[in-house]
């Protein structure tokens, strides 16, 4: 039976920065022995376009992409659905992570925006910004109708908790624990993704398994017909997966699929 199978990026297709953010080869050729086997093989990650192409240059061939948790898709060549903050509702946004004093990475398909150094609020983010040595960044004030999503930080979380009661009519949040939270507009997230890719391909979402490690993969792998969790998970995905594979970097991949006896 054809399955439709999602895999986040980091910490699940490569390892981490102590690991080069590598994929292993055995990652790369069980998921190419499954797609021969006729699985539909995708990445569900909460990275926008701009990060996939740069993170993943040599990433072997997937059958698709659902990029910035489900806000674009693309399947083969084709882009099925892309969703960006009009202009009007992405400056009300910047007024308020400047209002409450928050730090944030605004992620679009084509740029990533953040402020200048020196204006950012609090040294945590400036430090985390400042490890992109490679990226080049637009400015906050080019970013309004150029964002789909972002990610951001504040010392005190009653500065996020009071931002999202202003914007939790237009805004979900993803606590990524540490002060950092991702946030994505209303309705979003890998499992919408996943749930649309499912009804285009004619898959029933029983059919369908999640693969990943983080708490941005919660809705996927609670929406998937299997959840699968990476051996270096954070204990709220280990809690919900079916089943536990090593790690990436311990050919997590590979063994999760021959569990799922997809190879």
């Known amino acids: 039976m054809k399955k ?5 990026i980091d910490g699940t297709l490569i390892g981490d920065r102590a690991h080069g953010h590598r994929m292993p080869e ?10 021969q086997n006729g699985h539909v ?9 701009r990060l996939v192409r740069n993170w993943l240059p040599d990433l072997l061939e997937f059958d698709g992409y659902l990029m910035g948790c489900g806000t674009m898709i693309v399947y083969g060549d084709d882009v099925l659905l892309h969703h960006t903050f009009d202009a009007r509702t992405a400056e009300r946004i910047i007024d308020g992570l400047d209002r409450y004093h928050i730090d944030a990475l605004l992620e679009g398909q084509d740029n ?3 402020r200048e150094p020196e204006t950012m609020y609090t040294k945590t983010f400036r430090d985390y910004i400042m490890a992109f040595k490679d990226k080049r960044f637009g400015e906050f004030g080019e970013a309004p109708g150029h964002f789909d999503k972002f990610f951001c930080y504040a010392d ?7 931002f999202m009661a202003e914007f939790g009519n237009v805004l979900d949040a993803i606590d990524r624990e540490g002060g950092f939270f991702e946030i ?9 993704g996943m749930r649309y890719m499912a009804e285009y391909l004619g898959i029933p979402m029983e059919d369908t398994v999640a693969i990943g490690d983080s708490n941005n993969d919660l809705p996927m792998l609670e ?36 569990w799922l006896g997809v190879i």
């Open 223 to 258: 929406a998937a017909g299997c959840a699968i969790a990476m051996g270096n998970s954070s204990k709220p995905v280990l809690d919900i997966a079916d089943y536990v594979t090593a790690a990436v970097e311990e050919d997590g991949i590979r063994k999760a699929l021959e």
């Open 41 to 49: 093989c995708m990445v569900n990650t909460g990275r926008t376009d």
């Open 156 to 162: 005190e979380r009653e500065s996020v908790e009071d």
């Open 184 to 192: 994505v507009p209303k309705g979003f997230s890998k499992a919408s």
């Open 112 to 114: 990533l925006f953040v």
């Open 26 to 35: 055995s990652t790369g050729k069980a998921i190419e022995l499954a797609r």
């Open 4 to 8: 439709l199978l999602f895999f986040d």
